[in-house]
Structures are given as C-alpha cells and as structure tokens.
C-alpha cells in the first residue's frame, strides 16, 4: 500500500522560508514522479512543482519560479520543497503526490498546513 506523509508545514512571516518533506513508502519511488500540489482557502487545488524520477528535469508553475525548489533523494524515498521568499498568498494545505502506472497522480499524502502571515 502506497504511503506518502508530508511534514514541515507551519507558520511563517512572508519572507521566510520553510522546507516541506514527503517520504513515501509501498512503491517503487525511484521510478516514479513526484510532485507538490496546493490548495489556498476557497480555491481549487492547483500544481506547485514537479521532478522527474530521474531528476533529469524539474516543473513549476509560474507563481513559485524562483522561490521554490523541488528535490528528491531516491535513496530516502523522499522529496522536498523548500520554499524561500514566501508571501501571504503562497498560505495553502500542500500536499505531496506520486504518479502511477500511467503517469497520473494516482497517490497522495494528507497534506501539511503552511501559513504565511503579512
């Protein structure tokens, strides 16, 4: 069974910086993409960040370019998020996800709270 448990959320001045874990568990992680997802008060979930199983290459959505940097250590079965320069509106529940068989995001964490105060 497929696990993935998030940890590193908080509450942080806008400026500051956090660093977001996901270590997953039940799957071959090395193969698989990885990728952060959020969802701020009353909005939709939307896509952060995303790095392939080889590292090879890395995803971002425009609002966070520069500001984060997703990374992954296959021998840990984990990937991070670290966030630095964060502003009010990166306040969301973040959650981490890993893909299937067929390259969907089939499997995802609980989610961990990051609140950035102004």
């Known amino acids: 069974q497929v696990q993935l448990v998030e940890s590193g959320g908080g509450l942080v001045q806008a400026g500051g910086s956090l660093r977001l874990s996901c270590a997953a568990s039940?799957?071959?992680?090395?193969?698989?993409?990885m990728g952060w997802f959020r969802q701020g008060p009353g909005k939709e979930r939307e896509f952060v960040a995303a790095e392939d199983w080889s590292s090879s290459n890395t995803f971002y959505a425009d609002s966070v370019k520069g500001r984060f940097t997703i990374t992954r250590e296959n021998a840990k079965n984990t990937v991070y998020l670290q966030m630095n320069s964060l502003i009010p509106e990166d306040t969301a529940v973040y959650y981490c996800a890993e893909t299937g068989n067929r390259g969907g995001y089939d499997y995802w964490g609980q989610g961990t709270q990051v609140t950035v105060s102004s």
């Open positions: 039940g799957r071959t992680f090395s193969r698989s993409t």
